[in-house]
């Protein structure tokens, strides 16, 4: 049975002038489905740190499973700071563990068993973390059941990665549909995604 609900892509911790928070939206992802009793399964990778073990240590708090291997990179931060007008500005550190997910038998196990994936343009900045999303997008039977849901983040990156954002939206059963429910957001548009 197809019932997992996966997040593939960054885990990390967020920064904030108030103290660091876990997070990434794959893991918000995650962690949101299985509040409503869905069999949510997060994958990335953390370092051999003491914030990767914590990172774990959060997550096994509050139920969420998945396959986040630890990995010869850091694990991912986000230095959060506020602007003058009081609008975040995000640092994201490149080079971490969430850069280099690598892939394995038992994601082609998981991807039989996925009715629902979640990922996003970030996670797919570096060539290694990019593969093994597309390998695990590949692996999910071709039937028109998945929900996939593309997450982009436009804050970030030139214009050289939304081609690679239009191979993304391009894949079958993938649909992005503009919408801006938060228009004082400096990073612009909010995407809606759904299932064609």
Request: net charge positive; proline share 7%.
């Given at each position: 049975?197809?019932?997992?609900?996966?997040?593939?892509?960054?885990?990390?911790?967020?920064?904030?002038?108030?103290?660091?928070?876990?997070?990434?939206?794959?893991?918000?992802?995650?962690?949101?489905?299985?509040?409503?009793?869905?069999?949510?399964?997060?994958?990335?990778?953390?370092?051999?740190?003491?914030?990767?073990?914590?990172?774990?240590?959060?997550?096994?708090?509050?139920?969420?499973?998945?396959?986040?291997?630890?990995v010869q990179f850091p694990t991912g931060t986000?230095?959060?700071?506020?602007?003058?007008?009081?609008?975040?500005?995000?640092?994201?550190?490149?080079?971490?563990?969430?850069?280099?997910?690598?892939?394995?038998?038992?994601?082609?196990?998981?991807?039989?068993?996925?009715?629902?994936?979640?990922?996003?343009?970030?996670?797919?900045?570096?060539?290694?973390?990019?593969?093994?999303?597309?390998?695990?997008?590949?692996?999910?039977?071709?039937?028109?059941?998945?929900?996939?849901?593309?997450?982009?983040?436009?804050?970030?990156?030139?214009?050289?990665?939304?081609?690679?954002?239009?191979?993304?939206?391009?894949?079958?059963?993938?649909?992005?549909?503009?919408?801006?429910?938060?228009?004082?957001?400096?990073?612009?548009?909010?995407?809606?995604?759904?299932?064609?």
């Amino acid at each position: 049975m197809r019932n997992k609900a996966v997040g593939i892509g960054e885990v990390l911790w967020d920064m904030l002038p108030d103290g660091k928070k876990a997070g990434g939206a794959p893991a918000n992802f995650t962690y949101h489905v299985s509040r409503f009793g869905i069999d949510g399964r997060i994958v990335s990778a953390v370092g051999p740190d003491s914030l990767g073990q914590e990172i774990l240590d959060v997550f096994s708090s509050k139920g969420m499973r998945g396959i986040i291997p630890k990995v010869q990179f850091p694990t991912g931060t986000v230095q959060v700071t506020l602007d003058a007008a009081g609008i975040p500005v995000y640092r994201i550190m490149e080079g971490v563990a969430w850069d280099n997910i690598p892939y394995s038998a038992e994601l082609d196990r998981l991807a039989s068993e996925t009715g629902a994936v979640c990922f996003g343009s970030l996670a797919q900045r570096s060539p290694v973390s990019r593969a093994t999303v597309n390998r695990f997008l590949d692996a999910i039977p071709d039937d028109g059941q998945t929900l996939k849901i593309f997450d982009i983040n436009l804050r970030q990156y030139a214009p050289a990665s939304y081609r690679q954002h239009r191979r993304q939206v391009q894949r079958p059963h993938v649909s992005v549909r503009p919408k801006d429910p938060y228009p004082h957001m400096r990073c612009g548009r909010k995407l809606c995604v759904h299932r064609r």
